[in-house]
């Protein structure tokens, strides 16, 4: 429903398009849903850029020559308006037999006007005009050509759009592209990100923590009853209120992201990237799912059906796991800060922990280097390799709005799934944590100390497997829960500590520095058992629906879980060997 109307019409978002001819599955499926859509009567609106006007005509005459039902807004118009150019829509209406309008979206310009547009199509007949020299009966190369002199045509009697880059950008660029700097940059930049998000994120984490506490020690007051004030203080609200507590570092890390985004920086990040890609066998078109991996694996893998090449769609597929996505933030976050409670600064700027996010972020592009040379060469062999096309987005400055809903969304987004998960497992964690072998004895159950229960005896198996990085009984079973999903290693760890020790009266992450349960010959190991193990279900069930091969799966999952058990046991042998 439109709001602010009193009429409901359904809208369907398609993904961005620049012609009707299919390069991709992503693509066939974009296309296929719009011609659907056509023939079933619906009203297409055709959301085109007012800076890069040529591209966007093409995708609009490409629709107009089987449908008249259309509408063409004109996005980031005052882009144009900045520059000293304008768009006559009445005249290029009127030539395209279609309506258009000038729209910006960031600057919510005639987006009211576009809602009644909408409205009003959608009662109205439809435009029946059809401009003939759109209609054009040669073949496909002729129809090509066609258009583009249309396009030129269009152009050049309705709009004047100066196209030339100021002095600025061109510096801006021949720095953020470059071969050498661009990555001195990234990296300046990507240092002073987790600085911000470290240094502002910790003191609201701190806020949230002191608030759950208080919860906590509300509900032991208030519940008489000592299991059910266990299961909703120690159990529930321990566990739920422990991931919560690293939702400031998750919005305050999409919000600079989003920042970065709107800014135009990311795309040049990626051509960066791009050059890289070339030493592994992959192409241009891989770097976005790798690039959408540092959020969500999930998406990521989908994305991939963008690639063409099948070898390279797989590889691509198998890499993205090995990226630092957005759920592993919690767990380094809650590791590092046990290991460094103290906050050291670097010249003075730069947080310590933000240079050690960094490196994680920078060792796991190193890790998909390397393990995407190996499958080149020996599992996956390379295909024909795609070029990377892709816009240059105009250097901007960020709409806060926009990003500050963007870091909202992304940031309820993995609060509702993670909390879901993260209930269920403090509630079995809870019950095995209760009751034991003797619980069932005699005629009455009772419950047991947390040292004969069910969970200790599952974390003493578990710790067997994990015994040589020096995993103890908690970190295991709390390894064990999050294989459901990555993040709830800390909600589980939260619970089974908070379960076993008297930790009330004191904030997690110190209480668990002074346990000892994680210190620096676990700790580190543990870092590096989640920066390759694929933990996470959900990933593992998208791969096979990507892939529709089980063999391809089990050998994603086994590879690097693997991978991650050897890396971690060198990483501890590593460390006997230094500190002795």
Same mark, same amino acid.
């Given at each position: 429903?439109?709001?602010?109307?009193?009429?409901?019409?359904?809208?369907?978002?398609?993904?961005?398009?620049?012609? @009707?001819?299919?390069?991709?599955?992503?693509?066939?499926?974009?296309?296929?849903?719009?011609?659907?859509?056509?023939?079933?009567?619906?009203?297409? *609106?055709?959301?085109?850029?007012?800076?890069?006007? %040529?591209?966007?005509?093409?995708?609009?005459?490409?629709? #107009?020559?089987?449908?008249?039902?259309?509408?063409?807004?004109?996005?980031?118009?005052?882009?144009?308006?900045? #520059?000293?150019?304008?768009?006559?829509?009445?005249?290029?209406?009127?030539?395209?037999?279609?309506?258009?309008?000038?729209?910006?979206?960031?600057?919510?310009?005639?987006?009211?006007?576009?809602?009644?547009?909408?409205?009003?199509?959608?009662?109205?007949?439809?435009?029946?005009?059809?401009?003939?020299?759109?209609?054009?009966?040669?073949?496909? *190369?002729? +129809?090509?050509?066609?258009?583009?002199?249309?396009? +030129?045509?269009?152009?050049?009697?309705?709009?004047?759009?100066?196209?030339?880059?100021?002095?600025?950008?061109?510096?801006?660029?021949?720095?953020?592209?470059? $071969?050498?700097?661009?990555?001195?940059?990234?990296?300046?930049?990507?240092?002073?990100?987790?600085?911000?998000?470290?240094?502002?994120?910790?003191?609201?984490?701190?806020?949230?923590?002191?608030?759950?506490?208080?919860?906590?020690?509300?509900?032991?007051?208030?519940?008489?009853?000592?299991?059910?004030?266990?299961?909703?203080?120690?159990?529930?609200?321990?566990?739920?209120?422990?991931?919560?507590?690293?939702?400031?570092?998750?919005?305050?890390?999409? @919000?600079?992201?989003?920042?970065?985004?709107?800014?135009?920086?990311?795309?040049?990040?990626?051509?960066?990237?791009?050059?890289?890609?070339? %030493?592994?066998?992959?192409?241009?078109?891989?770097?976005?799912?790798?690039?959408?991996?540092?959020?969500?694996?999930?998406?990521?893998?989908?994305? $991939? #059906?963008?690639?063409?090449?099948?070898?390279?769609?797989?590889?691509?597929?198998?890499?993205?796991?090995?990226?630092?996505?957005?759920?592993?933030?919690?767990?380094?976050?809650?590791?590092?800060?046990?290991?460094?409670?103290?906050?050291?600064?670097?010249?003075?700027?730069?947080?310590?922990?933000?240079?050690?996010?960094?490196?994680? %972020?920078?060792?796991?592009?190193?890790?998909?280097?390397?393990?995407?040379?190996?499958?080149?060469?020996?599992?996956?062999?390379?295909?024909?390799?795609?070029?990377?096309?892709?816009?240059?987005?105009?250097?901007?400055?960020?709409?806060?709005?926009?990003?500050?809903?963007?870091?909202?969304? #992304?940031?309820?987004?993995?609060?509702?799934?993670?909390?879901?998960?993260?209930?269920?497992?403090?509630?079995?964690?809870?019950?095995?944590?209760?009751?034991?072998?003797?619980?069932?004895?005699?005629?009455?159950?009772?419950?047991?100390?947390?040292? +004969?229960?069910?969970?200790?005896?599952?974390?003493?198996?578990?710790?067997?497997?994990?015994?040589?990085?020096?995993?103890?009984?908690?970190?295991?079973?709390?390894?064990?829960?999050?294989?459901?999903?990555?993040?709830?290693?800390?909600?589980?760890?939260?619970?089974?500590?908070?379960?076993?020790?008297?930790?009330?009266?004191?904030?997690?992450?110190?209480?668990?520095?002074?346990?000892?349960?994680?210190?620096?010959?676990?700790?580190?190991?543990?870092?590096?058992?989640?920066?390759?193990? &694929?933990?996470?279900?959900? $990933?593992?069930?998208?791969?096979?629906?990507?892939?529709?091969?089980?063999?391809?799966?089990?050998?994603?999952?086994?590879?690097?879980?693997?991978?991650? %058990?050897?890396?971690?046991?060198? $990483?501890?042998?590593?460390?006997? &060997?230094?500190?002795?």
């Amino acid at each position: 429903k439109l709001r602010g109307s009193a009429h409901s019409i359904e809208i369907v978002d398609i993904p961005g398009l620049y012609s @009707l001819f299919p390069q991709s599955t992503d693509e066939k499926i974009a296309i296929q849903e719009i011609k659907n859509a056509i023939n079933d009567g619906c009203l297409i *609106v055709c959301v085109g850029d007012a800076s890069n006007l %040529y591209k966007s005509l093409y995708l609009l005459l490409c629709l #107009r020559e089987i449908t008249d039902n259309l509408i063409f807004a004109i996005n980031m118009y005052d882009v144009v308006q900045k #520059r000293g150019g304008h768009i006559d829509t009445e005249k290029m209406g009127a030539f395209l037999g279609v309506h258009v309008i000038a729209i910006s979206a960031k600057k919510r310009f005639n987006i009211e006007q576009l809602k009644e547009l909408i409205v009003r199509r959608a009662k109205e007949e439809r435009i029946e005009a059809r401009p003939p020299e759109i209609l054009d009966n040669g073949n496909a *190369v002729n +129809k090509a050509y066609f258009r583009h002199q249309i396009i +030129k045509k269009i152009v050049k009697e309705c709009a004047y759009i100066p196209e030339e880059k100021s002095k600025n950008a061109k510096l801006l660029d021949g720095l953020l592209l470059d $071969t050498r700097y661009g990555f001195i940059v990234g990296a300046i930049v990507f240092i002073s990100m987790f600085s911000i998000v470290f240094g502002i994120g910790g003191k609201l984490s701190e806020l949230v923590n002191s608030c759950f506490s208080w919860i906590r020690e509300g509900v032991r007051w208030y519940v008489a009853h000592p299991v059910i004030s266990r299961l909703i203080s120690d159990g529930i609200v321990n566990g739920v209120g422990t991931v919560l507590t690293f939702v400031p570092y998750i919005f305050l890390l999409y @919000l600079v992201m989003g920042i970065l985004e709107d800014t135009g920086y990311m795309s040049r990040l990626i051509i960066i990237f791009d050059r890289l890609l070339l %030493y592994i066998g992959l192409s241009g078109r891989s770097i976005i799912p790798l690039i959408g991996g540092f959020g969500c694996a999930i998406p990521a893998i989908m994305a $991939t #059906r963008t690639i063409k090449d099948n070898s390279e769609r797989l590889r691509t597929i198998f890499l993205i796991p090995l990226l630092t996505c957005s759920a592993r933030i919690p767990v380094y976050t809650l590791i590092i800060a046990i290991l460094m409670p103290a906050t050291p600064y670097i010249l003075g700027i730069f947080d310590t922990k933000a240079i050690i996010m960094v490196l994680l %972020y920078v060792a796991s592009v190193v890790n998909v280097i390397i393990v995407g040379l190996l499958l080149k060469k020996w599992v996956i062999k390379s295909g024909e390799r795609s070029p990377l096309l892709m816009e240059i987005p105009e250097y901007r400055v960020p709409h806060l709005k926009s990003v500050v809903l963007y870091a909202f969304y #992304r940031t309820m987004s993995f609060v509702k799934s993670a909390g879901k998960i993260i209930f269920i497992c403090v509630l079995i964690i809870w019950w095995l944590s209760e009751f034991g072998p003797s619980s069932f004895e005699g005629f009455s159950i009772k419950t047991v100390p947390v040292e +004969k229960s069910f969970l200790r005896i599952i974390g003493e198996g578990l710790a067997v497997v994990f015994a040589p990085q020096g995993f103890n009984w908690q970190i295991s079973t709390a390894i064990a829960f999050s294989f459901i999903a990555r993040e709830v290693f800390v909600g589980a760890l939260a619970s089974i500590h908070g379960l076993s020790e008297n930790v009330h009266q004191e904030p997690l992450i110190s209480s668990l520095a002074n346990s000892g349960i994680i210190g620096i010959l676990n700790g580190i190991p543990l870092i590096a058992f989640y920066m390759y193990a &694929l933990q996470c279900s959900s $990933t593992i069930s998208t791969i096979y629906s990507e892939t529709k091969s089980i063999k391809f799966t089990v050998l994603t999952f086994a590879f690097l879980f693997l991978l991650a %058990y050897a890396v971690s046991l060198i $990483t501890k042998i590593f460390l006997l &060997l230094i500190l002795g």
